[in-house]
């Protein structure tokens, strides 16, 4: 079992939510952002996202794509994402942690996707979260990832319809992520009443945790929204205290709050 399978088997066996926060690596710089994931584990934070900067990120709102941009201009790259990894490895050999990007800087990287995935698996990473590679293309990453035991995180939306499920599902591992609003991170608030059915027909399709994501904000939503899942996800709201220039203990303690209300949740 992987650790994110570890984690979800072990709230399962409280009923406990997980709770899933999303960073971008090396944001706004790499020793900023570093002190900021390994505070994530005592704040909380059941499995860190860690966003691989990219120039364009169709998945994402302004906040996260600033995050992008600052990261890129201090010198983030996927290389420094796992540096990160590494690092945080050596204090912590138990939260997982899920890479999330876009398949460009993996496919273009000198060495392709059998270096990203050697030095992924080396570093201590645990998922993928790929967004613009459809089922489709499972030939690409995510058979190559799960054969070298990382899981890999599809999206399902909103306008997943019973005849695409099946296929969105088919290959993945860890958690399924549903997306609770059609557009991009940083948009609507998300609504745990209309997630709730949608996270049922998922989970029995899936047969795998469903953790929910995008248009969540605060501790309130996060509770509400992981008392119709297995867990939420927070990134934007996150982001913006980093983009802010806020402290770190500022930050964590924000993050603090989310945890607890995601937790909170029956």
Do not use: W
């Amino acid at each position: 079992m992987s650790r994110i399978d570890d984690t979800f088997a072990r709230l399962a066996e409280t009923g406990g939510k997980a709770f899933v926060a999303y960073m971008m690596g090396c944001d706004p710089d790499f020793d900023t952002s570093l002190e900021i994931m390994r505070g994530l584990p005592d704040a909380g934070v059941d499995v860190i996202e860690l966003g691989m900067p990219f120039t364009d990120p169709m998945a994402d709102g302004a906040t996260i794509q600033a995050a992008g941009q600052r990261a890129l201009e201090a010198g983030g790259s996927v290389s420094r994402v796992f540096d990160m990894v590494r690092a945080f490895r050596a204090g912590d050999d138990r939260t997982p942690i899920v890479l999330m990007g876009y398949y460009n800087p993996i496919y273009a990287r000198d060495g392709g996707v059998d270096r990203f995935i050697a030095e992924a698996v080396e570093a201590g990473v645990d998922g993928l979260i790929v967004v613009d590679l459809p089922p489709e293309e499972d030939s690409e990453l995510c058979l190559p990832a799960n054969k070298a035991g990382m899981n890999f995180i599809r999206l399902a939306t909103p306008t997943t319809d019973d005849q695409r499920l099946p296929a969105v599902v088919r290959n993945t591992s860890g958690f399924v992520y549903y997306v609770s609003v059609t557009g991009i991170t940083g948009g609507p608030a998300a609504n745990a009443a209309e997630v709730a059915p949608e996270v049922a027909r998922i989970r029995a399709a899936a047969g795998l945790p469903v953790v929910v994501g995008f248009g969540i904000s605060t501790p309130e939503a996060a509770a509400a929204v992981a008392s119709v899942a297995d867990g939420c996800v927070v990134g934007s709201a996150i982001v913006r205290l980093i983009g802010e220039r806020r402290s770190v203990p500022e930050i964590l303690g924000f993050v603090s709050d989310l945890a607890k209300g995601a937790h909170s949740a029956a």
